[in-house]
């Protein structure tokens, strides 16, 4: 048993390669969270349709079987759909799709649109409206229940409307039931046809030309030190997903509270420095509010939008468009 490892070909420099992938990783991520990058004003039209994958950690049963795991679920949920569909609707997106493998984002729709009624619309100027509802007309055969369907809003519909789509579970079979459906009724099936009837079903006028995976669940301390894992979809629709860009955020490296706040403290001197390189090199470092925002448990940041947004940039770019 103790000569197992030995065993393995080239097992000591398999060993310090992931060593130095791990930590070049970690300073990547160092560097990433000491710095600001502006997105500035850019010329590249917004996607179209924006989904949003809410990840569950594996763990994450444990956590939720008090009232106070449930309640912080809940907020972290609630507040990062609201966040969203704001910076969505700065951004001129004209869909947002939300999807979470537990249910929860249709069980907390009525909390979420509540939450949305507070938001400015967009553009500001054109006043305050109702978002108004509707649901998916899946065929009677595929989706009986009434809570199956797909829940549609249209938020700010005196401004520039922006659709909202919060996706039940069923979703996740969707290409099955209508596979079924095109067999019973013995309907010729073409890629055509089968691309408008999912669409139509789940109630998008696009596909989704860029896919956020932000874990709800933050991870332990020591996984959190190494490098992010690969995107997972955890159980979105996939279908419409053929040419979708799909971003995940680096973890926020895991400072302990009494560390953060120090460091807040020392930043916040050295910005009102008397010296001017100080000043300057301290006011290149994210704001107290930024560093506070980033740890909130389980809500997407302002750096996780800023950074999905640069890479959509980067594919217009490749795209030529």
């Known amino acids: 048993m103790s000569h197992r490892w030995r065993d393995i070909p ?26 600001s990058p502006s997105l500035g004003s850019s010329a590249n039209s917004p996607p179209r349709h924006l989904a949003i994958v809410l990840a569950h950690s594996r763990h994450n049963g444990r956590r939720s079987a008090d009232s106070h795991g449930q309640f912080l679920e809940k ?15 700065e951004e001129g997106v004209g869909e947002v799709s939300v999807w979470d493998r537990q249910g929860l984002v249709h069980k907390y729709s009525e909390d979420i649109i509540e939450e949305t009624l507070q938001l400015p619309p967009s553009p500001p ?7 108004t509802k509707r649901t998916s007309s899946l065929p009677r055969a595929l989706a009986p229940e009434r809570s199956r369907r797909p829940h549609t809003y249209t938020l700010f ?8 789509h919060l996706l039940p579970l069923s979703s996740s079979d969707l290409v099955a039931d ?8 013995g309907s010729r099936v073409t890629q055509k046809a089968l691309d408008a009837d999912i669409r139509h079903a789940l109630g998008f006028n696009h596909d989704p030309d860029l896919l956020i995976v932000h874990p709800i669940s933050p991870p332990s301390f020591f996984r959190s030190l190494l490098p992010r894992p690969p995107p997972e979809l955890h159980g979105y629709p996939f279908w419409p997903l053929r040419i979708t860009e799909i971003y995940q955020h680096p973890t926020p490296l895991p400072f302990p509270r009494p560390l953060r706040e120090l460091f807040s403290m020392l930043l916040d001197r050295a910005q009102n420095s008397s010296l001017p390189l100080i ?21 997407v940041s302002s750096n996780e939008w800023d950074g999905a947004m640069r890479a959509w940039s980067q594919v217009e770019q490749r795209l030529g468009k």
């Open 279 to 299: 000043r300057k090199t301290a006011r290149l470092i994210p704001a107290r509010e930024q560093l506070v925002e980033a740890n909130v448990s389980g809500v």
């Open 178 to 185: 209508i596979a079924q459906e095109y067999a019973r009724s």
């Open 125 to 131: 100027s054109s006043g305050h409206s109702t978002p």
């Open 75 to 89: 907020r972290a949920i609630v507040e990062s759909v609201k966040r969203l569909i704001e910076w969505a609707g």
């Open 10 to 35: 080239c097992f000591p420099i398999l060993l310090l390669l992931h060593l130095i992938f791990t930590l070049s990783s970690l300073i990547v991520r160092l560097a990433e969270s000491l710095s």
């Open 157 to 164: 519909p005196t401004a520039k409307p922006l659709a909202l």
